[in-house]
């Protein structure tokens, strides 16, 4: 049986040699990503341009508004019920107030200098460290 495409946008966030983490909360937490740890972002609405899905997740869930920079990883997950691609953006210059949604219970500005000891998961440090190439890699040009 086909399954149903779901496309989500991720914003890695960077500002000033750090870069934002959240910590999901205990009620949207799976028993496969038990440690919580997370990106802001998430699905496109039906008929929703990417980048306006992107600018929504991000303020509904951190309260900033970003500069997108360029796409940094893309990757697909087949879950029971659904074809999962997620797209994480690098990103900067974030505005606002920083003030959390009820699916995250705190979150982390990170100094990429201290990222390797960080208590994230590997795949969470090296998806950090390729945003932050493409990051890096476009500023200079």
């Known amino acids: 049986m086909k399954k149903p495409y779901k496309i ?3 914003a890695i966030i960077f500002d000033q040699g750090r870069v934002l983490v959240l910590r999901k909360s205990t009620e ?7 440690h919580g740890w997370d990106f802001p972002g998430g699905g496109l609405e ?25 796409p940094a990883y893309i990757y697909d997950e087949i879950q029971e019920e659904k074809h999962l691609i997620i797209i994480k953006f690098a990103c900067h ?3 606002g107030t920083l003030r959390l949604s009820a699916e995250h219970d705190s979150y982390h ?3 990429l200098d201290e990222l390797d000891t960080a208590p994230f998961p590997e795949w969470m440090k090296e ?9 890096t890699q ?3 040009k």
């Open 127 to 135: 998806e950090i460290k390729r945003a932050h190439r493409v990051y």
């Open 138 to 140: 476009f500023l200079t």
């Open 46 to 70: 039906p008929e929703e341009p990417l980048m306006d899905a992107l600018a929504r997740e991000v303020r509904e869930e951190t309260g900033l508004q970003v500069k997108v920079v360029a």
């Open 93 to 95: 210059q974030p505005t």
């Open 109 to 111: 500005w990170i100094a």
């Open 8 to 10: 989500a946008a991720k």
């Open 28 to 34: 949207e937490r799976s028993a496969r990503d038990n």
